[in-house]
Structure formats: C-alpha cells, structure tokens
C-alpha cells in the first residue's frame, strides 16, 4: 500500500511534470512564430511525450495540434493528419470546458484542409462546410467562421469550385477587417489564397495584385526570412511568370529556395513547387539546359511529400510532358501525360478543370507521336 505521503509526492511530480510540459510548449509556440519550426518540433515533441505522462487531456490535443500545424508547414500532410487525428481523440476527451470546445472546433477545420491536402477535395469540401455551418451558429464574429471560409475557399480551389471558393475568401477577410484585425496573419493568409484562387481563374493581373497585398502584409508582420514570407514569394513568382516579368519571378523563386534549402528535409514539398515553377519559367524564356533536370527534382520530392497518386504531382508530370513536346520527344511526352492523366481522373474526377485540359494535352501528344511513327 502507498502512504498518504506517498501518493502527495507523486501527485506533486506529476504536477511539477506538467507544468515543464506547458513551459516546453510554450516556447515551441514562440519558435514557431518566429520562423523556426525544427526547433518548434524538437519542443512540442518533448513537450507531447511530457503531457501524455501526465498532462491533462486538454493540453495534449493541444500539442498535437502544434505538431499538426508544423508538419503542415513542412510539406508533409499525412503526418499532419495523423496528428490532427490524435488531436481530435484527446481533445474529444477534454470535457465540456470553452477552451476544449474551441479547440475540436478548429480542429475539424484544420482536418478539412489536411484532408483536401491529401487529394480528396469532395470529402474536404463536405468537412469544411459543416465547420462552417457550426460556426455560424456562434454569430458573425465568431473566429471559427472566418477560419472555416478560409477552408471552404481553399478546398472550392482545389476542386474547380473557383467562383464559390472566391466569395467565401472575401467574405472571410470582410468579417476580419470588419473586427478591427487588418494586419493580422489571417488576413495575410486570405490575400495569399485570393492570389492563389485568381491564378487558378487564370486571372494574372488579379492574382498580383492580392498577392502582393499579402507579402507586403507578411513582411510587415515577420523578418524576411520567415517561411511565411517565403511561402508568399513563391506564390506570387508564378503569377509574374504569367505577366511576363520573368527577372522579378526569378529572383523571388531564388530567394525562397535559398530559405528552404537551409532545412531541405523540413520543406521539401515548398521545394518541389519552387522547382517546377523554375522550371516552367526557364522554359519560357528560352533556358531549357536545366529544365527537365528541375522538373525531376520536383516530381521525386513530391513522390516523397505526397505520394504517387496526389493531383499535384500530375501537375508537374503535365509540365515535363510539355517540356518533352516542345523538344519534339512526342512518345516521352504523352507517357508522362497519361501517368498524369489517371492521376487527374482517380483523384478528381473526369469533369475537373484538370481533367479536361489534361485530356486534350494526351489526344494532341498521342497524335503528334503516332505522326512521328509513321514518318
């Protein structure tokens, strides 16, 4: 039998215990804004083996929640659902208070984004909307709500919804300029997405100008070398790629891959996009000794991020195909088409934007090549 003292000394460990575990969040939480996100993880890792020794189920799901949100930022969206998952089983487990309730609450919306991340932009949808119709139900100032318009939007991107996903992006940031928050890290993701869900309409002009609205925010808010910031550049190189200011993209793709490449395993898909988008710019300028070498750096570290069967990967698999096109290698050409073609058709359907134009790409390439065989 344990004595009474006993049993105080070892509730005063567990205590004691918890306590570091909230400490070690903490400061993984203050890494993470300031842009260092292996420490961040080192942290919340012995920050989370801490609290499910002896931390209440509260604090767990909130480190897991920390850990959901780094994995994400490094391009590893399984891992971040896996533990936006276990997150939602601790936090399930958390009672009733308003801090448990907020937390499951955004959770579910941090679960919808993972889940449209991993390709399955339906089930994505579906998920997002119903964290929006909970948060409604909180009132109109409700940060839940401007979180799950966020994620309806990016889902409606991802899965051609584009015109739907554009209003609830500008009904998001209304709702949190209307609070009194106009410089906030929210309002630069919404101007990020805007640009991004703008491209996607093929809308270039559009898509600069929301996109630099967001960076010039993000700088405003982070040192320049923040990932954030990064992320920002590289969204708007592409779109300048596409009003012909090539040397401005170029030089921003440069200085994002000099960010990533100072922790490669960390941001390995950022440096995926960073290639292709490379790539495709040194194509149209005319550059092409390093093009098809880029272009593969970025299809082996998008194997590795997201598999082999993720839409994103068909993005680039499209791209090389059009490179090999060009340089009249018609056969390699439309192989890589079709492997991006069944991607398109398993991940999205056959009535996706992607779907289609990839369809018309392989009927062109395949006539091309069959031309060729009988020259």
Not at 171 to 188: I, M, S
Request: charged share 25%.
């Amino acid at each position: 039998m344990h004595s009474a003292g006993s049993l105080v000394d070892e509730g005063e460990r567990m205590r004691g215990r918890s306590a570091i575990a909230v400490r070690l969040h903490e400061r993984a939480l203050e890494a993470m804004t300031a842009g260092h996100q292996k420490r961040a993880d080192a942290l919340a890792a012995r920050a989370l083996r801490l609290a499910r020794e002896c931390g209440p189920a509260l604090l767990v799901a909130s480190v897991l929640d920390t850990r959901a949100t780094l994995a994400r930022s490094a391009g590893r969206p399984r891992d971040a659902a896996s533990f936006c998952q276990r997150a939602l089983f601790w936090a399930d487990r958390a009672g009733a208070s308003p801090d448990a309730v907020r937390l499951r609450r955004q959770l579910r919306i941090q679960h919808a984004i993972l889940t449209c991340e991993l390709g399955s932009y339906d089930k994505a949808l579906r998920m997002a909307r119903a964290a929006v119709a909970a948060a409604r139900r909180l009132g109109p100032r409700s940060p839940e709500l401007v979180a799950g318009l966020n994620a309806v939007g990016f889902c409606c991107k991802y899965s051609g919804r584009w015109a739907e996903g554009e209003r609830c992006y500008r009904r998001a940031l209304r709702l949190e300029e209307r609070a009194g928050n106009g410089r906030t890290d929210a309002v630069a993701t919404l101007l990020h997405n805007l640009g991004g869900i703008e491209h996607a309409r093929d809308r270039p002009m559009r898509a600069a100008v929301w996109a630099r609205r967001g960076l010039a925010l993000r700088k405003l808010l982070y040192s320049a070398r923040h990932p954030a910031v990064a992320a920002d550049a590289a969204a708007l190189a592409p779109i300048l790629s596409e009003l012909r200011r090539f040397t401005e993209a170029e030089k921003l793709l440069l200085g994002v891959m000099r960010i990533y490449r100072r922790s490669p395993g960390w941001y390995r898909y950022e440096l995926a996009v960073a290639y292709d988008n490379l790539a495709t710019l040194r194509m149209e300028t005319g550059r092409p000794a390093t093009v098809e070498r880029l272009y593969r750096h970025s299809i082996r570290l998008k194997r590795r991020a997201l598999g082999s069967r993720h839409p994103d990967l068909g993005l680039t698999l499209n791209n090389l195909a059009a490179y090999f096109a060009t340089r009249g290698r018609a056969a390699a050409a439309a192989a890589l088409c079709r492997e991006a073609l069944q991607i398109f058709r398993s991940a999205l359907g056959r009535s996706h934007p992607h779907t289609l134009t990839c369809e018309r790409n392989c009927a062109a390439l395949e006539a091309a090549a069959e031309g060729l065989g009988r020259s």
